[in-house]
C-alpha cells in the first residue's frame, strides 16, 4: 500500500520537479543571465499572460474531450478588430466587450458544429483558423496595425504591488479556473464529460451542454488574449496566433503529465505556460537565434506527449493486473 502511494505521488509531483531542475540548471549554465531575479520573474509573468490565456481556453475544450486550433487564427484577426476599434477612437471597456462577443460567438459556432452534426473538433477548428486568418488579412493587408492610444498601452506597463498587472491577471484566471474546474458541479460534470462520455449520458450529464460551454469559454479566453496581444506589443501583429499554437498545445500537454498525469488539468497548465514562457525567456537572455525556441520547444511537446502516453500506458497495466 505504501509502494502505492509513493508511486502515486511520484507520478503526481515528478513532473514539476523535473521542469524544475531544468530551469535550475538553465540559470547554472549561465549564471549571468538572471533567469531567476525577481525582475525577471516579474517579467516572465507578464510574459505568460497572452499564451496563460489561450492555453487556458484550450484546457477547458480538452478537459471537455474535444480539441481546438482555431486560435491560433482568431487571435490574429481578433486582435486586428481590437487595434482598429481603439484608433478608431472606441474606448477599451467596448473594444474588449465588443470582441469577447466575437470570441464567444466564434467558440458557439464550433461547438454547434460538433455537437449538432458530429465533425470532428479538430477539422473544426482547422477550418475556422483558416477562415479566422483570411479575415485578419483583409483587415490589416498583411502590415501590422500598429496600436495609437498611449493610454490604452500602458495597460501593459501598469503595475499593483509592485507586480505587473497582467501578470496578476493570468494569475487570477488560473486560481478561479482551478476553483471552478475541481470544486463546482459545472467542473464535475464537465471533467464526467470528458473522461467517459457514456457515463456521463447514463448519469443524465447533458454532454451537449457541457461541451457548448466549453468552447464558450475557450472563445472568451481566446477573445482576452486577443486584445492583450496588441496592449504588450504595440498592435496586431500578422499572424500572432500562428506563433502560440504550439507553445499552447505544449503548455497543456506538459500539464496532462503532472498533479493528474494522463489528463488535462488547470493546475498543470499553470506550470507549463510558465515553463514555456521560461525557456523562450531563456533563449533571449542567451541571445540564441530565432530559430532554437521553436525547436527547443518542440522537443518539449515531444517529451511531454510521449510522457503521458506511458504514464497512461502505465494506469491501464495496473488496471489490468
Do not use: H
Amino acid at each position: 500500500m505504501r509502494s502505492k502511494v509513493m508511486s502515486a505521488a511520484f507520478a503526481r509531483f515528478a513532473m514539476p520537479v523535473v521542469l524544475l531542475a531544468l530551469v535550475l540548471a538553465m540559470q547554472l549554465c549561465r549564471p549571468d543571465a538572471n533567469l531567476l531575479s525577481a525582475e525577471n520573474i516579474k517579467t516572465i509573468f507578464l510574459q505568460a499572460s497572452v499564451l496563460g490565456f489561450l492555453s487556458l481556453g484550450l484546457s477547458f475544450v480538452m478537459i471537455a474531450g474535444e480539441s481546438d486550433i482555431s486560435f491560433a487564427g482568431t487571435l490574429g484577426m481578433m486582435s486586428a478588430v481590437f487595434t482598429m476599434l481603439i484608433n478608431a477612437g472606441v474606448g477599451y471597456l467596448p473594444a474588449l466587450g465588443i470582441v469577447l462577443v466575437i470570441g464567444m460567438a466564434i467558440g458557439c459556432f464550433i461547438a454547434f458544429i460538433v455537437t449538432r452534426f458530429g465533425f470532428s473538433a479538430f477539422i473544426v477548428s482547422i477550418a475556422v483558423m483558416f477562415m479566422g486568418l483570411g479575415i485578419e488579412r483583409s483587415f490589416n493587408e498583411g502590415i501590422t496595425i500598429w496600436l495609437q492610444n498611449e493610454s490604452v498601452l500602458s495597460i501593459g506597463r501598469m503595475q499593483w504591488g509592485g507586480f505587473f498587472v497582467l501578470g496578476w491577471e493570468f494569475i487570477a484566471l488560473f486560481v478561479v479556473a482551478f476553483w471552478v474546474v475541481q470544486k463546482t458541479r459545472f467542473g464535475f460534470e464537465l471533467r464526467i464529460v470528458g473522461a467517459n462520455r457514456f457515463a456521463a449520458m447514463e448519469a443524465g450529464i447533458a454532454e451537449r451542454r457541457m461541451k457548448i460551454l466549453a468552447f464558450l469559454l475557450a472563445g472568451a479566453l481566446y477573445a482576452l488574449a486577443s486584445t492583450t496581444e496588441p496592449i504588450r506589443y504595440g498592435g496586431s501583429i500578422v499572424g500572432a496566433g500562428q506563433n502560440y499554437m504550439l507553445p499552447a498545445l505544449s503548455a497543456c500537454y506538459l500539464g496532462s503529465t503532472m498533479f493528474k498525469p494522463g489528463s488535462v488539468n488547470i493546475a498543470g497548465t499553470f506550470v507549463g505556460a510558465l515553463f514555456m514562457i521560461c525557456v523562450s525567456n531563456f533563449m533571449t537572455l542567451l541571445s540564441a537565434q530565432y530559430y532554437f525556441t521553436p525547436l527547443v520547444q518542440g522537443l518539449i511537446l515531444i517529451v511531454a506527449v510521449g510522457l503521458s502516453c506511458f504514464k497512461n500506458r502505465a494506469t491501464i497495466q495496473q488496471v489490468k493486473i
